[in-house]
């Protein structure tokens, strides 16, 4: 690439005659003139080209050498290229001055003599070459560099991924030595010594938090016998099967070690309570009560499991293992695969626990579940608008059991939703039969939810009983807790869009006890809020409570929906609910949960009143 040189002169002769000075040493000087005859013109080349040196006339109409010369060196690009300024006329040295504050190199004036000017650009020519001949070098330069960085990140990667692969090896030789040293090498579990350093630390954190903790002790029933009669290669895989459906039955934060021969622990912290210890250890009798497949053998064995719980049943490592260890001997002196707490007292609330589960079982069959029905009152006319069903229990050894009192331990035992179909059911008959009753046609009867209720199916499988029954959907109507929807909004959201469009009303029950944000209100279809019981026991007695109910009836109006207080009980606190804007309320003033017939009884006797 050559140099550049730049003329400048406004006169066309001027310029002609510096042009032919330059051009005779063009091939010896080996560089590019370029001409301009205005300070516009030269603007333009300056912003397009490098120039080795500028020629700059000073007198020029318009913008004239000096405004030329400021421009050109106030840009970046231009900011360091050489200017002679080129003049016909003499000036005086403040002048001159003038043209080197501007940021002339030189002042030449006309006539010019051809050498001089020859030798002063052909000064600044060799000086671009030199620079463009360096940058040149610098590029080169740069480029080896790059090649040398790629090499050296290349060199530089190899060595690291031979670094990182003796890492892993020697963490892998580390991590199979502690396993070595802290896990069964049989069934991979906790070995004793590790149970025993997490049970001291299990300890701790539950002293220092308040908490509890419980010790499965387990033994396997005639594994000595099945061990002696056909060897230890069959009693090794039966141990190995043994441990694997144990892992598989308890939760993942629980430890599970083996402590020699036939015997397992689970430590297991941060329990809600010490029934849940003993639903684990039923579950672990349960995963253990398959035979096991060992070859050509087809192998029946049983887990007995003796519970210890922190603090009731000691303090320290020694006395919660003893502790669970005895009570396990006497799970295994009552039967196979029975379990037993070390603390009496817990056994029987077990035993308890276990006998109601089973009595719920048979509960169905036997045809011991009613409903009964509370009225749901408008509070403007007092007309009774619509009842709730709740699931009531006709224990034969209890008595009447209340649906909060077993329905946790229907849950529990998986036997919620074959009493949800149940319930459903009874109160789709019902509406049937008071069809045909003047007082009680047409009045719209909610039912209770669970989580364990709400499937794929559920929307489809209301509608179909709906129709089997002859009813519109608009006399159901389901009621699920806020707390419950909070739990799975997406699942819960999505069935009571479908149920909606059905023609099914929507209501959330306990509204103000499950944290629900107006944006969740706005995006599900619900029709109805109910206000928990809980704002409505002190209402008119404390300002919080009074302002809470206020607040609820102010976003159910700008959500357009009806709001419902329940467990009202007393006249002023219907006087306080009328005020606020209530649309019904429900509770022992107007009625208690009443039978079907008793409550037909009775709103007939109050409508020919």
Not at 11 to 39: C, F, N
Not at 140 to 150: K, S
Not at 178 to 201: F, I, K, V
Request: hydrophobic fraction near 45%; glycine fraction near 6%.
């Amino acid at each position: 690439m050559k140099p550049k040189v730049l003329l400048v002169n406004d006169h066309p002769a001027s310029l002609m005659a510096l042009e032919s000075v330059l051009v005779r040493k063009h091939d010896e000087a080996d560089y590019e003139v370029i001409t301009a005859q205005s300070g516009q013109e030269a603007l333009r080349h300056v912003l397009q080209q490098q120039f080795a040196v500028i020629l700059l006339d000073v007198s020029m109409p318009g913008m004239d050498g000096f405004e030329t010369a400021q421009i050109i060196h106030s840009h970046p690009r231009s900011a360091s290229v050489p200017i002679i300024f080129v003049t016909a006329h003499y000036a005086d040295e403040m002048h001159r001055l003038k043209g080197y504050q501007k940021g002339a190199v030189d002042y030449l004036f006309t006539p010019i003599i051809p050498q001089i000017l020859q030798n002063k650009v052909a000064v600044f020519v060799d000086l671009a070459r030199k620079n463009l001949l360096l940058q040149r070098q610098a590029e080169e330069l740069a480029e080896l560099n790059r090649d040398l960085q790629v090499q050296r990140m290349k060199d530089l990667k190899d060595a690291n991924a031979a670094l990182e692969a003796e890492i892993v090896e020697r963490r892998q030789a580390e991590e199979r030595a502690h396993g070595l040293a802290t896990r069964d090498p049989l069934t991979g579990l906790y070995n004793r010594r590790s149970l025993m350093e997490r049970l001291e630390q299990a300890i701790t954190r539950a002293n220092r938090a308040g908490g509890s903790l419980a010790v499965l002790f387990l033994d396997m029933d005639r594994f000595k016998t099945i061990n002696d009669t056909l060897g230890h290669d069959v009693g090794d895989a039966l141990l190995m099967q043994v441990a694997s459906r144990l892992s598989g039955a308890v939760r993942e934060s629980d430890v599970v070690a083996r402590l020699g021969g036939d015997e397992f622990v689970v430590l297991m912290e941060g329990l809600p309570d010490y029934p849940d210890a003993a639903a684990v250890a039923r579950k672990i009798v349960q995963a253990n009560s398959a035979p096991c497949e060992i070859g050509a053998h087809v192998l029946k064995t049983s887990v007995s499991i003796g519970i210890s719980v922190y603090p009731q049943d000691g303090d320290s490592v020694q006395t919660l293992m003893k502790n669970a260890d005895l009570a396990m001997y006497h799970a295994k002196q009552q039967a196979r695969g029975s379990v037993q707490f070390f603390h009496e007292e817990l056994n029987v609330r077990v035993q308890e626990r276990a006998l109601l589960e089973q009595e719920l079982q048979q509960a169905l069959e036997r045809g011991e579940f009613e409903l009964h029905y509370q009225p749901k009152v408008d509070i403007m006319s007092s007309r009774v608008v619509g009842m709730e069903a709740l699931l009531r229990w006709r224990h034969p050894r209890l008595g009447m059991m209340a649906g909060a009192s077993f329905l946790q331990q229907a849950a529990d035992s998986g036997l919620l939703a074959p009493i949800g179909r149940w319930v459903i059911d009874a109160v789709c008959t019902q509406m049937q039969q008071w069809q045909r009753n003047k007082t009680m046609a047409n009045l719209p009867i909610a039912v209770n939810i669970a989580l364990p209720q709400v499937d794929a199916d559920l929307p489809a499988r209301l509608l179909d009983m709906l129709r089997q029954h002859g009813l519109p959907p608009r006399l159901l109507h389901l009621e699920l807790t806020e707390s419950m929807l909070m739990r799975d909004l997406d699942r819960a959201g999505a069935m009571l869009r479908e149920m909606s469009e059905g023609g099914i009303t929507i209501a959330i029950d306990d509204f103000g006890s499950g944290y629900s944000s107006l944006s969740v209100l706005k995006s599900l279809p619900i029709d109805i809020l109910k206000i928990d019981q809980s704002f409505i026991r002190d209402l008119g007695k404390t300002a919080g409570d009074t302002a809470i109910v206020a607040a609820v009836v102010s976003m159910a109006r700008a959500l357009a929906l009806r709001v419902v207080a329940e467990g009202v009980e007393t006249r002023e606190q219907l006087a306080l609910l009328k005020s606020l804007g209530c649309d019904e309320y429900q509770g022992y003033y107007y009625s208690k949960p009443l039978p079907a017939d008793f409550l037909e009884r009775q709103m007939s006797q109050t409508s020919r009143a």
